[in-house]
Nanobody, 118 residues
Framework: VQLQASGGGLVQAGGSLRLSCAAS????????MGWYRQAPGKQRELVAR???????TYDDSVKGRFTISRDNAKNTVYLQMSTLKPEDTAVYYC?????????????WGQGTQVTVSS
């Protein structure tokens, strides 16, 4: 299984970006899928994710500004980020917990840089 993330970039404060993450490979079930981020000198933290039941979870710092959505047919999740702030600057990582042919694994995408200038 591979996770391919895209959509990062440089944007001014108040602007918007959309991240995409597509899972490919032998996938029987996506148990959860979403986004984490890691700023310089900080630990990786959850931004938003979907559970297998379809419920979404957001970090308090992004509620009302970020929206996670998904296309089940494409095994893809999106993160629409609006009203971006300089403190949103980080490397954003796609994450998925996937049931494959014989086991369950956690996968990470390659990371995409989001930089918000003030």
């Amino acid at each position: 299984v591979q996770l391919q993330a895209s959509g990062g970039g440089l944007v001014q404060a108040g602007g918007s970006l959309r991240l995409s993450c597509a899972a490919s490979g032998v996938i029987y079930r996506i148990n959860s899928m979403g986004w984490y981020r890691q700023a310089p000198g900080k630990q990786r933290e959850l931004v938003a994710r979907f559970s297998s039941e379809g419920s979404s979870t957001y970090d308090d710092s992004v509620k009302g500004r970020f929206t996670i959505s998904r296309d089940n047919a494409k095994n893809t999740v999106y993160l629409q980020m609006s009203t971006l702030k300089p403190e949103d600057t980080a490397v954003y990582y796609c994450n998925a917990v996937i049931t494959g042919a014989t086991s369950i694994h956690t996968y990470w995408g390659q990371g995409t840089q989001v930089t918000v200038s003030s």
